[in-house]
Each structure stands twice: as structure tokens, then as C-alpha cells.
């Protein structure tokens, strides 16, 4: 598969302290390495600690600010100490991205098991729900702040077999249009970017996954996904950042409970 180069939107949020979850690889790391080129004091969390150490250096050798904390964000102690972390080092938060997530299984719904379909809501879902609630009280005392949430294409395009996955992103949308409702009077805008096949680790290990499921070569898979786009290319990692650091920024101030699509035009409402 092929994509271009995208250049980052050049955007700055000085004096603004960011959290970005799931940050190790893929949308998460160049996520990261924007927002602290951007000017922010960046935080970002994950679980594999030699990925953030190294994300880390490449910020600082930049001259940047950013920080990595190692958590499990589908164990809610994490997430717990994650945000007690970041409360006490730096006394709150402006900007909310919450990007971390898991594939889930993929299988027939009779074949999934509980503890894949809880791993799946309580990484997808559930970590975002107690990471907005945990920055929420910093938000409101600043006046008000962004939050993004990384969700998927299946969040309105349910393919078989992904049915905990799809369900977590379906949720995630839910969750969007509702907190931006209820904290938009406190000055907090809540939205959504929705991506697909996003060039990257995360979506080879998919297609990987989903050759096996149904017994064909991975270049036949590859080759069916990439005929979903009148584009016929992937999406660029940067393309997902730069509409994250869009609707964080002051240029979406009237912008909230969206849920904005960059799928190379495989989804189109």
C-alpha cells in the first residue's frame, strides 16, 4: 500500500500542558513528538516503557518538553495513577487526547470470549471515561480545555467479526456527543477524529489478523482495502495529528461533539 508525505500543521500551544494517551507507536508517537514541537509541555502514557524512554530522548534531543509514564490503560489503578501524576507534576491539563486502543478479537460473536470483550471495552472505552473524568475538575478550574478521542472508522462502519471492537468505538462516539453537551457550558469541547487504514504497525498486525480469520493471503486483504478509497492509499499518521492539533487548538473554538472523518474517503458520512 502507498501514502504521501503530509507536512504537520503548524499550530502552536505554548504554555499548554498536554496528555496523550497510547503513545509508544503509530498515531500516538508522531501524536506526541507534534503536540511538544507545537510548544506544549507533553505528556504521554503507554505500556511498553523502552518505546516511551526513546520517545522521550527523541523529544528532548529536539528541544522540546515531554514526559513518558509506563500504565496499563485498561486497568483502572493506571489510569488512576496516571492522572495523579500529572495533576501533582503539573497541576492539570488543557488538552485531552485519548488515543490508546486495542484491536480486540476478531471472530464470530459465538467464538469471542468475555475476556476478550472486556480487555477490548475496558482499554477502548473505559480508560476514556476515566481519563476524561479524572481531567475534567483541571479543565474546568483553567476555564476550559480540549479534548480529542481517537475512535475508528468502525465507530460507524461495523465490519464481521469486530464486534467488541466496533462496539468500544460506536461507544466512544456516544460518549463524545454526550460530554461535549454537558461540559460545554464549563468551556471544555469534547470531538472525535475518526481514521482508517492508517499506514503503520498497528494496521499490518489487523490485516495480518484478518487474512488468517478468513483463510486468504494478506496481500489479498490489502489489496481489498485499499480499493475502499477512490484515493486508493492509506492515510498518512500525520493526517489523524493534524486534525487532532486543529480541533485542540483555538482555530475549533466553535467546534464540538464532532465526529470527523480521515479514511482516504472510505467513509464518506
Not at 209 to 224: H, M, N, W
Request: one cysteine or more; glycine letters at 10%; charged letters at 20%.
Amino acid at each position: 500500500m502507498t501514502t504521501t508525505s503530509v507536512p504537520v500543521l503548524p499550530v502552536s500551544f505554548e504554555g499548554k500542558v498536554v496528555l496523550v494517551t497510547g503513545a509508544s507507536r503509530g498515531i500516538g508517537r508522531v501524536l506526541a513528538t507534534s503536540f511538544a514541537a507545537a510548544g506544549a509541555t507533553t505528556v504521554f502514557a503507554a505500556r511498553r516503557e523502552p518505546e516511551l524512554r526513546i520517545l522521550e530522548k527523541e523529544i528532548a534531543d529536539a528541544g522540546h518538553d515531554g514526559r513518558g509514564l509506563v500504565a496499563d490503560l485498561g486497568r483502572a489503578g493506571d489510569v488512576e495513577m496516571m492522572l495523579e501524576t500529572v495533576h501533582r507534576d503539573y497541576g492539570g491539563v488543557d488538552v485531552l487526547v485519548n488515543n490508546v486502543g486495542i484491536a480486540g478479537p476478531i471472530a464470530p460473536i459465538e467464538e469471542t470470549s468475555l475476556d476478550g470483550w472486556e480487555e477490548t471495552l475496558a482499554v477502548n472505552l473505559t480508560s476514556v471515561f476515566l481519563a476524561i473524568r479524572g481531567v475534567v475538575p483541571s479543565m474546568k478550574s483553567r476555564g476550559g480545555g480540549a479534548i480529542v478521542n481517537i475512535g475508528s472508522i468502525n465507530g460507524k462502519t461495523p465490519y464481521a467479526q469486530r464486534s467488541s471492537y466496533a462496539s468500544s468505538k460506536m461507544g466512544m462516539i456516544g460518549l463524545t456527543r454526550t460530554l461535549a453537551l454537558e461540559l460545554g457550558p464549563s468551556g471544555i469541547r469534547v470531538n472525535c477524529v475518526l481514521p482508517a487504514n492508517v499506514a503503520g504497525e498497528r494496521v499490518d498486525e489487523i490485516i495480518a489478523a484478518q487474512a488468517s480469520a478468513q483463510g486468504v493471503p494478506v496481500e489479498k486483504v490489502r489489496e481489498q482495502v485499499l480499493a475502499l478509497s477512490p484515493l486508493r492509499t492509506q492515510v498518512a499518521p500525520e493526517s489523524i495529528v493534524n486534525t487532532t492539533l486543529f480541533l485542540a487548538s483555538d482555530y475549533a473554538q466553535h467546534m464540538t461533539g464532532q465526529d470527523i472523518n480521515v479514511t482516504a474517503g472510505m467513509l464518506m458520512s
